[in-house]
């Protein structure tokens, strides 16, 4: 006679504390990855600000073209965590083995049409200064894509394990090591030449391939991850997994490239701006930066939230799977009300930590601050629910959201507020701030219906 066992029903507060533990690697990692970014920032920004708005107009450019790649990665994770669910280790094994020759042959593409872009910059009608920066920047720092899809391969498998803490290591190393270089090269220190935003082009390169390297190293020889990879060719396609990988990737990864292709589209509609283009775009980069920081934790907390109703839904677990994405809804949602006070309070304190001094960028900082402290609360939910979501493997009702959000909703209504209406940059994110408010109710209504559609 055979008996079904019944998984224990946890309660919220179980679930809040399990997603914690497993998100906080997580996040630590993502505010460090962004740090890479930011410290870049900070540091061409103390050259000129001139600068740094060639970096942002050449980062613009350059994440439309990568984040594809990037995006769609994020499908790794989730198919682990429900083959771990399900007590399929084997298949876990074969997922990285498989993700990491789609990580080989997405980079590829990637860094050929970055190349293709920087030739391609002076169609954008942008300052002409700042288009032969960021041209330069661009040509080097297209060869930082193959060993960071390689590393995205590898850190997705250890946090679909619900062993996040390796990517977390391996990403401040690669932050710290950033600074260092950064300050080398981009102001000429060590007897290095003074390469300014070449130099953070450069310093980029380097430290997304000792990461690579660092990441596969331990997968490949940690003991912890042996029983997954036994018996596995890592040369050799396996059609199905393969496809699987590219089919709910692609639509991922779609998600995540109309939500930056739209804030890029953003940064070239404020170049067009009549007066102050490049103080409002520089002003643009700096809150931009600050707000992501915030995002990164929520970020983080939908990493881990998508693991849990991953392994959720290996194991056919439709109760905990509800809770497990409720109570992730609920913390995210209190600290983003948290970051979003705190944003708006020290409005004029962030902007200074750039060490830009032109009054006119401090100003528009300082407005822009007020208005991303309100986005970030719809930011956040909507980054959460979309978590849930992938955990779910539920991917082309979240993909067409997220193109309406940004495509249909925002743009359009940016260009009428920034321009027509007069708004400027600050209408540009006012329409961010609808645009997002969408996504979340949407994606939200979408988890509840299909968790409770399941249990």
């Not at 100003?363 to 955990?391: N, P």
Request: hydrophobic share 55%; aromatic share 10%; glycine share 10%.
């Amino acid at each position: 006679m055979s008996s079904v066992v019944t998984p224990v029903l946890k309660s919220y507060r179980e679930h809040l504390r399990e997603t914690l533990v497993l998100s906080f690697p997580v996040i630590i990692g993502q505010v460090g990855n962004l740090m890479l970014n930011i410290t870049d920032n900070i540091m061409i920004g103390g050259v000129s600000y001139i600068q740094l708005a060639a970096a942002s107009l050449a980062n613009s450019v350059y994440f439309i073209i990568t984040i594809l790649a990037i995006g769609s990665m994020n499908v790794v994770a989730p198919l682990v965590a429900e083959a771990i669910g399900a007590g399929e280790h084997g298949l876990a094994g074969r997922y990285l083995q498989q993700g990491l020759i789609k990580a080989l042959l997405i980079s590829a593409v990637s860094t050929v049409l970055t190349l293709l872009a920087a030739e391609a910059l002076p169609l954008l009608q942008q300052p002409e200064e700042e288009v032969a920066l960021a041209q330069q920047y661009l040509r080097i720092v297209s060869f930082a894509t193959p060993p960071l899809i390689i590393f995205l391969a590898y850190k997705q498998f250890c946090d679909g394990l619900g062993d996040t803490r390796f990517g977390m290591i391996v990403t401040l190393g690669g932050v710290l090591l950033n600074v260092f270089l950064n300050w080398a090269l981009i102001y000429g220190k060590l007897g290095l030449p003074r390469l300014e935003l070449a130099g953070s082009g450069i310093a980029t390169v380097t430290c997304r391939v000792l990461m690579a390297l660092a990441m596969g190293l331990v997968v490949h020889f940690h003991k912890n991850y042996l029983p997954y990879l036994s018996g596995l060719r890592f040369r050799q396609a396996n059609g199905e997994l393969l496809g699987k990988l590219f089919r709910l990737g692609i639509p991922m990864g779609l998600q995540i490239f109309f939500e930056v292709a739209a804030f890029s589209g953003a940064a070239i509609l404020i170049g067009w701006l009549p007066n102050e283009a490049t103080a409002a775009r520089a002003a643009h980069q700096m809150v931009l930066n600050i707000a992501a920081i915030s995002f990164m934790i929520t970020l983080g907390i939908s990493v881990g939230a998508s693991i849990r109703v991953g392994n959720a839904l290996g194991a056919k677990d439709p109760g905990n799977l509800r809770r497990a994405g409720y109570s992730a809804l609920a913390l995210g949602l209190g600290y983003m009300i948290f970051s979003a006070a705190i944003m708006i309070i020290f409005k004029h304190e962030f902007p200074t930590l750039y060490g830009v001094e032109e009054p006119v960028v401090l100003r528009i900082s300082a407005r822009l601050m007020v208005i991303a402290g309100i986005f970030q609360i719809f930011d956040g939910t909507q980054a959460i629910a979309a978590g849930l979501l992938r955990g779910l493997q539920d991917v082309r009702f979240p993909t067409w959201i997220t193109f309406a959000a940004y495509w249909v909703i925002w743009i359009p209504l940016a260009y009428v507020w920034g321009f027509p209406l007069g708004y400027g940059v600050e209408g540009i994110w006012y329409a961010d701030v609808v645009a997002l408010a969408f996504a979340a109710v949407m994606l939200t209504w979408r988890f509840w219906k299909l968790a409770g559609r399941r249990e």
